[in-house]
């Protein structure tokens, strides 16, 4: 069920010092000022400056003038969130901000250690990253959408707002008189989530009042599926080997033989196959009877091959032989 402000912050427990997410808008701001008031003199903020808007100069000096006058010690970071060729502009943002996050918590300089990164996304957030899960055919790994606690380079990450509705965050700061700053791009409907926020979860908000707690559940359901498809997969890897034996493979069923690929692939070489790729490897696993057969396929960032009677995957172009009838020259793929 969905939680009051002061009922989330209530129940939070994290590992001190810890230090907030801080943005400067409605609900990083709601949320320093509620653990500052908790926890005084255990919390820090940590604002970490994208370059990619106008605004962004603005955003900082809200964050130094809050801190200021909260006395909460504040952290900046200048990043380059430019996204690469490929890569979506949400995505890059994120990544740099993570690497941020680390670079700030594990200053040497530092005087205090944090223990605890705390983010304020919250229940509307959390639908959103389901319905876009959803837009691109996630497997149950992106139907988990957030996860409330993880781990990440030694630090501890948290999301105590994630069953908070938006509107109960606004609402509690407008009762304090505190102001926020607004990222103009949130109103740029350019961006998929930006539409998402702005049509459906109004639509959403008159069909199914409590859309909020049955996706949250839905969510919930998703990633206890997903790590026990982790576990099958580690269990599996382990029968299998690494780097996969073909034969081996093929003593599993389909379904089994593609979570293991995926676990493989992610885990052993930093690459994420998509769905037409993973079908047309498993394909070529299906057919893989006889010691003449090759296999040679694009799959994510690198190509999977057959090395004798196991796959191999490189994450890098590899010169590939042609066979006899091609001139027997190498070709580079």
């Known amino acids: 069920m969905t939680q009051s402000f002061d009922a989330a912050m209530q129940a939070f427990a994290p590992r001190l010092p810890l230090a907030v ?18 926890w005084p003199g255990q919390v820090h903020a940590f604002h970490v400056h994208h370059g990619l808007q106008a605004a962004a100069d603005g955003f900082e000096r809200h964050c130094v003038a809050l801190c200021a006058r909260l006395q909460v010690p504040l952290r900046v970071r200048h990043v380059d969130a430019r996204h690469a060729s490929g890569q ?25 250690a944090i223990e605890t990164i705390v983010l304020a996304q919250h229940a509307d957030d959390q639908v959103e990253t389901l319905l876009l899960a959803l837009s691109r055919g996630a497997g149950v790994a992106g139907l988990a959408a957030m996860p409330a606690q993880w781990q990440r380079g030694g630090l501890h990450y948290s999301r105590p707002l994630l069953r908070v509705a938006g509107a109960e965050v606004r609402a509690w700061l407008l009762q304090r008189g505190q102001g926020w700053v607004e990222d103009p791009t949130n109103t740029d409907e ?27 559940r839905s969510s919930r359901h998703a990633a206890q599926a997903s790590e026990l498809l982790q576990e099958l997969a580690q269990a599996d890897l382990a029968v299998v080997g690494q780097p996969p034996r073909i034969a081996a493979l093929r003593l599993l069923s389909r379904a089994r033989q593609a979570n ?32 003449g057969h090759r296999i040679h396929l694009k799959v994510g960032n690198g190509h999977v091959l ?9 994450n890098q172009p590899v010169l590939v032989p042609i066979s006899a009838r091609d001139g027997g020259a190498p070709k580079q793929t």
């Open 306 to 314: 057959r090395e004798g009677d196991a796959l191999g995957c490189y």
């Open 88 to 112: 979506s502009p949400e995505d890059a943002a994120r990544q740099a901000r993570y690497m941020a996050f680390e670079a700030l918590a594990l200053d040497g300089q530092a005087q205090i």
């Open 260 to 291: 293991v690929l995926r676990h493989w692939l992610r885990t052993g070489h930093g690459t994420t196959p998509a769905a037409a790729q993973l079908d047309a490897l498993l394909d070529q696993i299906a057919a893989c009877t006889t010691r």
């Open 190 to 216: 350019r961006y998929t989530r930006n539409r998402i926020r702005r049509r459906l979860l109004p639509a959403l908000q008159q069909v199914f009042p409590h859309f909020r707690d049955t996706f949250a």
């Open 21 to 38: 997410g801080l943005s400067g808008g409605a609900d990083s701001t709601a949320l320093l000022l509620a653990c500052a008031e908790r």
